[in-house]
């Protein structure tokens, strides 16, 4: 059988990308590079896991126990466990953080330590899982600042203008990884039957304009005065300071960020998940700094978009604690900068 394909059209696999782009660097060692590999591999196996969806339950593997009385694990305590054990050994890290994980995760004395640090959300949009919604892995990578040893807490808590990498994994109708390591934003597909990552989106942009708005609009009547004149604006009902009215956008929310995020990202919009009164938990917002605010800023402002708290960049935010909360608003440019907007105005 013969297959056509064009001949201009070069298939380049992430590796050949990583290496590529490494290339760019004479002093790059290639451990960033093999870095990023091992957590495409961990991205692979996650897909592999996510894909079975409810296979698991019935045959063997997640939360309680299956029918056969065996013990089951939990699919966001497997991915954390897939990034971790994948990354535990390769000396290329000082130290980790997960979002399921209360404290760092140290490097075993068994092992060498290296000059990275990563933190990473297992399986962003977890509250899907059970309902065959996209889901994604979100991960961090900056440069180690104590000098040698185990890593530290301190190693963990940088600015994301510190970040040396991030990307995600999203596992939907197809798995994709989305990287950045400040030279542009490229995309690749899972080829699942060969099990290999293809560059199919090169130097992503989001698009000028934006198509797309996306919150928890059912929370509305927590939101500050700010916020919800905001979220009006977008609908096309509210003017903004010098009294223009805007087009009304689409409303999209998956509920998962990553998902939501990418959607937006090549189609071109806003995210936010505001601070709401609805839940002491959440008065500095729901999303974290660490493992979800900095790693998709870090993209969006590489895709030539950017990203606030709602009073400044969310990469120049320091956090101070590892699972630190934010409110959160990103993507288009001027859409973030008209959030920022309505909550001087408005919310003081
Ligand atoms: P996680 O699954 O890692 O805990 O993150 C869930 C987050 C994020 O993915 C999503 O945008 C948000 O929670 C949804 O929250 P609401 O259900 O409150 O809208
Ligand atoms: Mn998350
Ligand atoms: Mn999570």
Redesign the pocket.
């Given at each position: 059988m013969f297959i056509k394909t064009p001949d201009d059209t070069q298939i380049m696999t992430i590796e050949r990308h990583f290496l590529e782009e490494q290339q760019i660097y004479p002093e790059a060692t290639g451990v960033l590079t093999s870095l990023l590999y091992d957590i495409a591999l961990a991205g692979k196996v996650i897909a592999s896991q996510t894909t079975r969806g409810g296979l698991a339950e019935i045959l063997g593997q997640s939360g309680n126990t299956n029918v056969q009385g065996e013990q089951v694990m939990k699919l966001?305590e497997l991915a954390d466990r897939m990034v971790s054990r994948l990354n535990d050994h390769t000396g290329r890290l000082a130290v980790m953080a997960s979002?399921e994980q209360e404290g760092i995760i140290p490097i075993s004395p068994r092992y060498p330590t290296g000059k990275y640090v990563l933190l990473y959300?297992p399986?962003?949009?977890?509250?899907n899982i059970d309902y065959n919604v996209s889901i994604g892995t979100i991960f961090a990578i900056y440069r180690r600042k104590s000098e040698d040893g185990p890593g530290t807490l301190d190693d963990c808590l940088q600015k994301g203008r510190d970040l040396v990498a991030s990307g995600y994994l999203i596992y939907g109708a197809s798995t994709m990884l989305v990287y950045t390591s400040g030279m542009g934003v490229h995309g690749f597909t899972l080829d699942p039957s060969v099990g290999e990552f293809l560059l199919t989106h090169p130097n992503i942009r989001m698009p000028e304009k934006p198509k797309y708005y996306s919150v928890?609009q059912g929370?509305e009547k927590f939101w500050s005065e700010g916020v919800r004149r905001f979220t009006h604006y977008l609908q096309g009902d509210e003017p903004d300071a010098d009294g223009q009215y805007r087009k009304g956008l689409s409303l999209r929310?998956i509920?998962?960020?990553?998902a939501?995020f990418h959607r937006n990202l090549l189609g071109g919009g806003v995210f936010y998940?505001p601070v709401d009164n609805k839940d002491p938990r959440y008065t500095q917002g729901?999303?974290r700094i660490t493992?979800?605010g900095a790693p998709l800023a870090f993209i969006t402002e590489q895709a030539g978009g950017s990203s606030s708290n709602g009073k400044q960049n969310l990469l120049d935010i320091q956090p101070t604690s590892l699972h630190q909360r934010t409110p959160l608003y990103i993507g288009n440019r001027d859409l973030v900068e008209k959030a920022e907007e309505f909550i001087r105005l408005y919310d003081r």
């Open positions: 966001d979002e959300d399986l962003d949009g977890s509250s928890n929370y929310y509920g998962s960020m990553v939501d998940y729901k999303l493992y979800e």
